[in-house]
């Protein structure tokens, strides 16, 4: 017996490693979240013998359909539709299940980007299948099923999460936890265009849309020097002085949970499992007490350094230096020898 | 007049559980539970609504009974009503498992918008938001950070990775509130008093939703746990220096310059 809403599958006709593919802002390039996933799907599909599968909807996006295949996709489905130039999670998320319900892939990927983390659980929801949000990494078991690992609570422990009588099995995926494959323009592939019904917008309509103009700063998750500051900080203009040191180590600034709770600094700023991951060659960690969730975001940085008055701090655990120390003093320390030796030209 | 229900979990607060270095388990002990934050700031949103324009709160959580104080601090905040959905049947859901359970409990409430928070500490999968819109085949929105009516229609504000949008939603809609965009606001005491004299809080068992057993709980749930290991720990070198601060500062910029980490900006 099976829940009634659970319309009947046949497990053996699903094949396939699908990712949705989304163009970024300007629509000239697919997202780099999504080529991440690609290679990631390309990795798994190997590990089964099958096909990448790429499922690109939106306006305009044909020109675009070669480009999943120099990533690792096999097959580019495209939906290149006017009635997709707006973005409205029901519609989009109709048509991939639409896509995906005529190809009847195995497993299907989606990014998590603000964007996919509001989609992926709706088309789930439409295959009444599960989903696994933000898996960090994929494998086949024993039983040839696809198992997608994912931190639970709080990045002390990986859940292996199996799917084993619904597909297709379902996950998202944070940017930057794969990285993004090589391009190799020497990659064949074949490009379907696919007609879907494209349900009109029902009780939502888009009334107005800025663009974000893009900062000069660096995002974090790209940055090679991150300086960042944790709940001993202790106030905003705390935050000012981790700036000052940033500047001089040509990097950014960024900050635990509990600094981003505390309004500190901003959530886009914000590193750990309920934040980014970071993989810069530097990370210093002031005044972070080092919980794992923190911890789970950095575990790809080349070396961590900690600052931290409280010696048990678990950090230190986590750090390659550690300095025992209140921030106030060991920071403007720092910033006053760098400045020494950037005064003298020491270093270039 | 807006009928508004929220969703919200009862969750430990994984925030701050750290692992035992010795035995490298979990320590559990201690760690209370709480409403999940980004829920507070669901409440919020719905208690501001009602401000504005009147209407009615109705929080609802799937839990069990230990959720009540979580309830009960909703209500001090100014909810109407609150409703905890408990049933042994419903234990161990994935989100499809028990987002069905949430859409079938709002499916017998008379509403006009329903509100989750963006996701949860413990978790942290937002997906129910847009699991229960599927189910209840609502228009939805995620990561508001304003809402208000305009002609009986509801305007909403959301700001994504690069863009700022207003949207217009028909009721009824489903929206779920950006984490860190509101302030919940405190308990009162004449809200809890009202709590200890009225009780506004029911609880519907799966005797009162009559739900199929194959739809809830473990069965109902498609996902299942296969394994669970323990993050394994980068090593590190773990040097550490304690000292006067320009000391300390000389011995690590040392270090990174052996290294060299030292690319003055």
New interface residues.
């Given amino acids: 017996?099976?829940?009634?809403?659970?319309p009947e599958i046949n497990l053996e006709e699903y094949e396939g490693v699908w990712v949705a593919a989304f163009a970024?802002?300007e629509g000239k390039e697919i997202e780099e979240a999504s080529l991440q996933l690609i290679g990631a799907a390309r990795e798994l599909a190997d590990k089964l013998n099958t096909y990448v599968g790429v499922a690109l909807i939106g306006s305009g996006v044909r020109e675009l359909a070669e480009k999943p295949i120099y990533y690792g996709a096999d097959r580019v489905y495209v939906v290149d539709d006017e009635r997709l130039s707006v973005y409205?999670?029901?519609v989009w998320?109709k048509v991939l299940y639409e896509l995906a319900s005529k190809y009847k892939p195995e497993v299907f990927l989606i990014p998590a980007?603000?964007?996919g983390?509001?989609?992926?659980?709706?088309v789930?929801?439409?295959f009444?299948?599960?989903?696994?949000?933000?898996l960090t990494s994929m494998d086949v078991?024993e039983r040839g099923d696809v198992?997608l690992i994912r931190?639970?609570?709080?990045?002390?422990?990986?859940?292996?999460?199996?799917?084993?009588?619904?597909r297709p099995v379902m996950g998202s995926v944070r940017p930057n936890i794969f990285p993004t494959p090589e391009r190799d323009e020497s990659r064949h592939g074949e490009i379907y265009e696919e007609r879907v019904e494209i349900p009109p917008?029902?009780?939502?309509?888009?009334?107005?849309?800025?663009?974000?103009m893009?900062k000069e700063e660096i995002p974090i998750e790209k940055a090679e020097?991150i300086v960042a500051g944790g709940k001993g900080i202790g106030s905003k203009e705390g935050f000012e002085l981790l700036k000052r040191l940033?500047?001089?180590?040509?990097?950014v600034i960024a900050g635990s949970?509990?600094a981003?709770?505390a309004?500190w600094i901003g959530?886009?700023m914000q590193v750990g499992?309920?934040g980014k991951a970071v993989k810069p060659?530097?990370y210093i960690a002031v005044a972070i007490s080092g919980?794992?969730?923190h911890v789970?975001g950095i575990?790809e940085a080349?070396?961590?350094?900690a600052i931290n008055i409280d010696?048990d701090a678990?950090i230190?655990?986590?750090?390659?230096?550690?300095?025992?120390?209140?921030y106030r003093?060991?920071v403007?320390?720092?910033i006053?020898?760098?400045e020494e030796?950037?005064g003298k030209g020491k270093?270039? | 007049m807006l009928k508004v229900v929220v969703g919200i979990k009862w969750v430990?607060n994984?925030?701050?559980?750290?692992?035992d270095?010795n035995t490298g388990t979990?320590i559990r002990e201690g760690i209370p539970s709480v409403v999940n934050?980004h829920d507070l700031e669901a409440v919020e949103m719905a208690l501001r609504l009602k401000d504005e324009y009147g209407g009615k709160v109705t929080v609802i959580t799937m839990s069990p009974p230990s959720a009540i104080a979580g309830l009960e601090h909703v209500l001090g905040m100014g909810a109407d009503e609150a409703i905890l959905v408990s049933d042994r049947a419903f234990a161990g859901a994935?989100?499809?498992a028990t987002?069905?359970v949430l859409a079938k409990v709002i499916d017998r409430l008379d509403y006009d918008l329903i509100i989750f928070g963006q996701?949860t500490?413990?978790?942290?999968?937002?997906?129910?938001?847009?699991?229960v819109?599927?189910?209840l085949d609502?228009?939805?929105?995620?990561?508001v950070t304003h809402a208000e009516l305009r002609g009986g229609k509801l305007?909403v504000r959301r700001?994504?990775?690069?863009?700022?949008?207003?949207?217009?939603?028909?009721l009824p809609?489903l929206i779920s509130v950006a984490?860190?965009s509101l302030n919940p606001r405190r308990v009162r005491v004449s809200n809890k008093l009202r709590v200890k004299l009225e009780n506004p809080i029911k609880t519907w068992s799966n005797e009162v939703l009559g739900l199929?057993p194959?739809?809830i709980g473990l069965?109902?749930?498609?996902?299942?746990?296969?394994?669970?290991?323990?993050?394994p720990?980068?090593p590190?070198?773990?040097?550490?220096?304690?000292?006067e601060?320009?000391e300390?500062?000389?011995?690590?910029?040392e270090?990174?310059?052996e290294?060299g980490?030292?690319?003055?900006?």
């Fill in positions: 017996m099976v829940c009634k809403e659970w970024d802002n409205y999670p029901t998320g980007t603000l964007r983390r509001e989609l992926a659980p709706y789930a929801n439409s009444r299948t599960g989903i696994t949000a933000d078991d198992v931190p639970p609570f709080g990045g002390f422990m990986l859940a292996h999460i199996v799917t084993r009588n619904r917008p029902r009780g939502i309509r888009l009334l107005g849309r800025e663009p974000i893009k020097v940033a500047d001089l180590l040509g990097g949970s509990k981003v709770d309004g959530h886009d499992q309920t060659n530097l919980a794992a969730q789970f575990r080349k070396r961590v350094v010696p678990p230190f655990e986590h750090a390659d230096y550690g300095i025992v120390g209140d003093e060991v403007p320390a720092l006053e020898l760098l030796m950037k270093i270039e | 430990p994984t925030t701050s559980v750290n692992i270095p979990l934050p994935d989100t499809l987002s069905y996701e500490i413990d978790s942290s999968t937002a997906h129910i938001g847009a699991q819109a599927s189910w609502l228009p939805y929105v995620y990561y305007v700001s994504l990775e690069d863009a700022h949008e207003t949207y217009e939603l028909d809609a984490m860190h199929d194959e739809c069965r109902g749930s498609p996902t299942a746990l296969s394994k669970i290991e323990m993050v720990k980068v590190r070198k773990n040097e550490v220096f304690r000292g601060a320009r300390a500062a000389k011995w690590l910029l270090k990174l310059k290294e980490l030292l690319e003055l900006g």
